[in-house]
């Protein structure tokens, strides 16, 4: 069964900081890009954070560059993302994905993001 699995979300009040981890099973992440992706209510879901598989090469939203970091752990099977300073515009359903887009066009356009998790709320208290 290939899963991805969030975890670490909660409420926290602004300014605060949270670390997500995204788990895999049924496959190995070592050869996927991964993505970080939010989604509020009523709002499309965008991108947030995402690494390549190759070179470990990041990209960011401007949203929430400086606040948030994006790594991953292939020996663990697992990504993450830190995120600090956190503000109540960060309130939303954090997914992850993997796939094998480059980078920038995960980021910003999903492309090639074949497998997603379920999500995890992040609230932040305003």
């Known amino acids: 069964q290939l899963q991805l699995v969030e975890s670490g979300g909660g409420l926290v009040q602004p300014g605060g900081s949270l670390r997500l981890s995204c788990a895999a099973s049924g496959f190995t992440l070592d050869y996927y890009a991964i993505g970080w992706f939010r989604q509020a209510p009523g709002k499309e879901r965008e991108g947030v954070s995402c690494?390549?598989?190759?070179?470990?090469?990041?990209y960011s939203a401007d949203s929430v560059k400086g606040r948030f970091t994006i790594s991953r752990d292939n020996a663990k099977n697992m990504a993450y993302l830190q995120m600090n300073s956190l503000k109540p515009e960060d309130t939303a359903v954090y997914y992850c994905?993997?796939?094998?887009?480059?980078?920038?066009?995960?980021?910003?356009?999903?492309?090639?993001?074949?497998?997603w998790g379920k999500g995890t709320l992040v609230t932040v208290y305003s």
């Open positions: 994905a993997a796939g094998w887009a480059t980078v920038v066009a995960m980021c910003v356009k999903e492309y090639g993001m074949d497998y």
């Open positions: 690494i390549s598989s190759s070179d470990n090469s990041t």
